[in-house]
Nanobody, 118 residues
């Protein structure tokens, strides 16, 4: 059973910052691409940001310039620094570990609530 353990959610005012962290087993962290998704009430889960095992990143257009994803290889942790938060960022945020070859495999964290008040 692969466990991704998330931390760092909470309540913040618009314009504030939060930092999410997700720890993974070393073998998963080393070879899987890591990412953060979010799901707001009544909406589909969407990709927020991802970082490949080699370090390349991609972001949803809605968070570019405000969120930064990074890997801490010493701690087998992926972090999501969220600045200039908006009420529309309110959602449950999920950590994801993914590989596409030879077959697609996804692991998910339990989710952490982020609430941005206006």
């Amino acid at each position: 059973q692969v466990q991704l353990v998330e931390s760092g959610g909470g309540l913040v005012q618009a314009g504030g910052s939060l930092r999410l962290s997700c720890s993974a087993p070393p073998i998963i962290f080393t070879i899987y691409d890591m990412g953060w998704y979010r799901q707001a009430p009544g909406k589909q889960r969407e990709l927020v940001a991802a970082i490949a095992s080699g370090g390349s990143t991609n972001y949803a257009d809605s968070v570019k310039g405000r969120f930064t994803i990074s890997r801490d290889n010493a701690k087998n942790t992926v972090n999501l620094q969220m600045n200039s938060l908006k009420p529309e960022d309110t959602a449950v945020y999920y950590c994801n570990a993914r590989r596409d070859y030879p077959v697609e495999i996804n692991y998910w964290g339990q989710g952490t609530q982020v609430t941005v008040s206006s």
